[in-house]
């Protein structure tokens, strides 16, 4: 089993989502909105390896970091994936699509889940404590 993390990072009222580049993808999330982040590395904490995705993957330093709730799901090879999702701040929208992101956006909290892809809005949507934040 390996953890991913997952930042539901927030200006305001609005989450920023990022759109996979197309191709093959473990979590089956090419082409697709996502909730922004990635794997933790070998002797990387949870919290280090958000701060990594998210740097790596929109240029942007995140704060005020709490973690919302965290599940074990499969992935497309039947791998156990533990998720943990975390709510993060940014100071500014000044994001940029890097990595293997091909773009992001800035959605308001209440419509998130309209915005992503079914496997993740399904994902978020069973876990508990990140719909009460969702719903505050």
């Known amino acids: 089993m390996f953890t991913v993390v997952w930042?539901?990072?927030?200006?305001?009222?609005?989450?920023?989502?990022?759109?996979?580049?197309?191709?093959?993808?473990?979590?089956?999330?090419?082409?697709?909105?996502?909730i922004i982040g990635g794997r933790v590395e070998k002797n990387e904490s949870e919290e280090e390896a958000l701060k990594r995705e998210i740097r790596e993957e929109t240029g942007l330093k995140i704060q005020n970091i709490r973690k919302?709730?965290?599940?074990?799901?499969?992935?497309?090879?039947?791998?156990?994936?533990?998720?943990?999702?975390?709510?993060?701040?940014?100071?500014?929208?000044?994001?940029?699509?890097?990595?293997?992101?091909?773009?992001?956006?800035?959605?308001?909290?209440?419509?998130?889940?309209?915005e992503v892809c079914k496997r993740v809005r399904d994902d978020l949507i069973s876990m508990e404590n990140v719909m009460k934040f969702l719903e505050s």
């Not at 200006?11 to 197309?22: D, P, S, T, V």
């Not at 994936?81 to 994001?95: G, I, L």
């Not at 699509?97 to 209440?110: H, I, P, R």
């Open 7 to 34: 930042g539901l990072i927030s200006f305001r009222n609005e989450i920023l989502i990022g759109k996979k580049r197309e191709g093959p993808h473990p979590y089956g999330l090419g082409g697709k909105w996502h």
């Open 68 to 114: 919302l709730s965290e599940k074990i799901f499969k992935n497309l090879k039947g791998e156990e994936v533990k998720v943990v999702v975390f709510y993060c701040e940014v100071r500014n929208k000044n994001a940029k699509a890097m990595s293997d992101l091909e773009e992001g956006k800035w959605v308001k909290k209440e419509k998130l889940l309209e």
